[in-house]
């Protein structure tokens, strides 16, 4: 098996979607590649604990993509490792630093809930500065969240222009909670100028692109306000959903 098949099956394992490029092997020094080699090699023969080992190492050694992994590992509890929140924390934040985008994401949300077993408080203002680092890079959900909290003043004075902003962006890229969201807005008019057709559309959207979970929330969503619309009105909506999709097809 490759480097890059052995990387492909611990990340559907661990429901990763990252390469191998970027900020997870970011100029690693050599005995942490190293390190992190030999991991991939004891993960291919099936020995999780030796891979773990050598990972540790490497992400000792610096090297982000071993911290990346074992962040995952010890935050799910897959593969034979023992679920450990504080393990989680310690290398999200590594990797984060190291430039991973789904760690600094990952890590936002830590601060945002904070963690009373590792004795980690709720942080608005880290939560923040972490998903600002994956929101330029940029991930979508990252986006969304750090909208949410400009749109709720959580770490920032209340900004409700700037935080529809940054839900527009996740839109564009056809993140589901950011469409649905839109579409709430745009119900309740919330900064902008009330429009159900707007809305709906929106919401059209989010379930069109959402996984099962977040098409049930737009469905929820879709009973809440389905009495404000008149005859015809869904028509009109659903083609203003397509011409949406048609003017972001290269977002």
Do not use: C
Request: zero cysteines; hydrophobic letters at 45%; proline letters at 2%.
């Amino acid at each position: 098996m490759t480097v890059r098949r052995s990387l492909a099956s611990l990340a559907a394992m661990l429901g990763l979607t990252f390469t191998l490029a970027g900020g997870v092997v970011a100029n690693p020094l050599p005995e942490a590649q190293a390190a992190y080699d030999r991991g991939l090699a004891a993960h291919r023969a099936g020995d999780v604990a030796s891979a773990v080992i050598e990972w540790e190492a490497a992400a000792e050694g610096g090297h982000t993509g071993a911290a990346w992994l074992l962040a995952n590992l010890y935050d799910k509890g897959v593969g034979g490792v023992v679920q450990n929140d504080a393990r989680a924390y310690e290398y999200y934040l590594q990797a984060a630093r190291g430039g991973q985008p789904e760690a600094a994401y990952r890590l936002g949300l830590i601060y945002l809930e904070g963690n009373e077993a590792i004795g980690l408080k709720r942080n608005y203002v880290e939560a923040l500065k972490s998903f600002e680092v994956a929101a330029l890079l940029p991930r979508a959900d990252a986006q969304f969240q750090l909208g949410m909290m400009h749109r709720n003043g959580l770490g920032v004075p209340l900004d409700r222009t700037e935080g529809l902003r940054w839900i527009i962006l996740s839109a564009k890229k056809r993140y589901s909670p950011a469409l649905a969201e839109l579409g709430r807005i745009y119900f309740e008019g919330e900064g902008v100028a009330a429009d159900r057709l707007q809305g709906w559309s929106f919401l059209m959207l989010a379930n069109r692109f959402g996984t099962a979970e977040e098409r049930r929330a737009a469905d929820e969503l879709f009973e809440k306000y389905a009495n404000r619309m008149k005859t015809g009105e869904r028509e009109k909506a659903l083609e203003m959903a397509d011409a949406w999709v048609a003017a972001n097809s290269g977002s």
